[in-house]
């Protein structure tokens, strides 16, 4: 009887992942039809694109960011509380700290081998682009002090209600470590807060059966608003980010994937293709850290003691696909206006953009206002951000899809390493 539940819960599952990918063709082709073929007027942009297709796609957005900060808060201090030892949770986030940042530092050298070799911004017509210079204005990005005081909260209960996801973080494992120290003490609250996760867990499965509907308006809406001719005079650019983001994402993440688990990277990715899907669709890392945590769960039996630590951590500062993003751009830009860069510049721009992606918030386009602090570091004009910035949308989905790829790739190796992953389960066909 048990098995029979079992076997209907895992046939809804694949149900609503194919949902989401119907969703996501079907939006796409939507789009295109409202762009190309139904005339301008109050009907479709103003009612369907950006009254209902608008409203449908952000709700969606704001029930995933509703469930964030709760999950994360609780799902670290599960799992901060049940790994328990502080030396071995200390040995966990050193680890995934270092993963992390080496492979967004490799990264920004392969993007920036990617923009050495395609050249994008060269025999570029300028004319033919709009540089949506007023929108950079407003653009502001943190000193390196600033970001590293800004993991410490001042005020713990202001970073839960703004969402500050790397002080939530800070609050969360030192909450956790200090009841796992407590033990029987504190026995009430941490099962308050255990209990607590169970039902934002529940809540999540809720919202995303809502997914499809989401998905669908989300696609829609953007390619109803961009189309294919804002693509045509920067598809040099395009090309260069995607290739670079296809590297990392299915030659770096999974070679590092064989060479420290010797799981099979193919059965991983078809695993986690559906939850790269998703962060497709919505363009932001911290809508899908239920799904991630849930899917690494339940189809690669990964241990929720590591995941609930690790992607929400990967989430806010593991951003490889936006690091790509910027290291692209720098090439672009310094093609575009005949800037030559030096040795030094290239490192400089490594290491600004590796520093950039920590605490970078996990929401759609934050890349471009980190890019700032780059294209600063080496003295490009920002005015080269409004040129891709008409056509960034489609980009920042394809680089969170990465962006999460990473995490969860970290989470795998750091966890087997840890004795924390079901091989049974991973190896187990869908």
């Known amino acids: 009887m048990g098995a029979k539940k079992e076997n209907a819960k895992e046939k809804k599952k694949i149900s609503l992942t194919s949902k989401i990918f119907i969703a996501l063709i079907v939006g796409a082709v939507t789009g295109m039809v409202l762009h190309y073929l139904v005339p301008d007027g109050n009907i479709k942009n103003d009612v369907i694109v950006e009254g209902v297709l608008y409203v449908l796609g952000q709700g969606f957005i704001r029930l995933m960011k509703m469930l964030v900060v709760p999950l994360v808060f609780c799902s670290l201090v599960c799992g901060s509380m049940a790994i328990g030892d502080t030396k071995k949770l200390g040995n966990v986030g050193g680890k995934t700290l270092a993963f992390y940042l080496v492979t967004t530092a490799v990264a920004v050298a392969v993007a920036l081998g990617i923009g050495t070799l395609l050249r994008p911004g060269i025999g570029l017509d300028m004319s033919k682009i709009q540089v949506n210079a007023s929108d950079i204005e407003t653009m502001e990005s943190a000193s390196l002090a600033q970001t590293i005081?800004?993991?410490?909260?001042?005020?713990?209960?202001?970073?839960?209600?703004?969402?500050?996801?790397?002080?939530?973080?800070?609050?969360?494992?030192?909450?956790?470590?200090?009841?796992?120290?407590?033990?029987?003490?504190?026995?009430?609250?941490?099962?308050?807060?255990?209990?607590?996760?169970?039902?934002?867990?529940?809540?999540?499965?809720?919202?995303?059966?809502?997914?499809?509907?989401?998905?669908?308006?989300?696609?829609?809406?953007?390619?109803?608003?961009?189309?294919?001719?804002?693509?045509?005079?920067?598809?040099?650019?395009?090309?260069?980010?995607?290739?670079?983001?296809?590297?990392?994402?299915?030659?770096?993440?999974?070679?590092?994937?064989?060479?420290?688990?010797?799981?099979?990277?193919?059965?991983?990715?078809?695993?986690?293709?559906?939850?790269?899907?998703?962060?497709?669709?919505?363009?932001?890392?911290?809508?899908?850290?239920?799904?991630?945590?849930?899917?690494?769960?339940?189809?690669?039996?990964?241990?929720?003691?590591?995941?609930?630590?690790?992607?929400?951590?990967?989430?806010?500062?593991?951003?490889?696909?936006?690091?790509?993003?910027?290291?692209?751009?720098?090439?672009?830009?310094?093609?575009?206006?005949?800037?030559?860069?030096?040795?030094?510049?290239?490192?400089?721009?490594?290491?600004?953009?590796?520093?950039?992606?920590?605490?970078?918030?996990?929401?759609?386009?934050v890349g471009l206002v980190t890019l700032t602090m780059v294209f600063n570091s080496v003295g490009l004009p920002v005015e080269a951000i409004g040129i891709i910035m008409g056509i960034d949308r489609i980009l920042d989905m394809a680089r969170t899809a990465v962006n999460i790829t990473g995490d969860a790739v970290c989470t795998t190796i750091v966890a087997c390493q840890n004795g924390a992953v079901d091989k049974e389960v991973f190896n187990k066909a869908e």
Do not use: W
Request: glycine content about 6%.
């Open 149 to 365: 005081l800004n993991i410490i909260p001042d005020n713990p209960f202001k970073a839960l209600a703004n969402g500050e996801m790397l002080q939530v973080i800070v609050f969360a494992l030192v909450v956790g470590v200090i009841l796992a120290k407590l033990g029987e003490r504190a026995e009430v609250v941490a099962n308050f807060i255990s209990q607590f996760n169970d039902i934002m867990m529940e809540m999540t499965m809720m919202v995303m059966s809502l997914a499809p509907i989401g998905v669908f308006s989300l696609i829609a809406r953007t390619f109803a608003n961009i189309g294919f001719s804002a693509f045509i005079p920067l598809a040099k650019y395009m090309i260069a980010v995607l290739i670079a983001l296809a590297i990392q994402c299915f030659g770096v993440y999974q070679i590092l994937l064989k060479a420290f688990t010797g799981l099979n990277p193919v059965r991983f990715i078809k695993k986690f293709f559906p939850v790269m899907a998703f962060a497709f669709s919505t363009a932001t890392s911290n809508a899908t850290i239920p799904l991630s945590i849930d899917t690494l769960h339940k189809k690669m039996g990964v241990s929720k003691k590591i995941s609930s630590f690790t992607i929400p951590l990967g989430a806010t500062i593991n951003m490889d696909g936006t690091s790509i993003m910027q290291g692209v751009a720098v090439m672009f830009a310094a093609q575009a206006f005949g800037i030559h860069l030096t040795p030094m510049d290239y490192v400089t721009v490594i290491g600004t953009a590796t520093l950039a992606s920590i605490g970078t918030a996990g929401i759609p386009s």
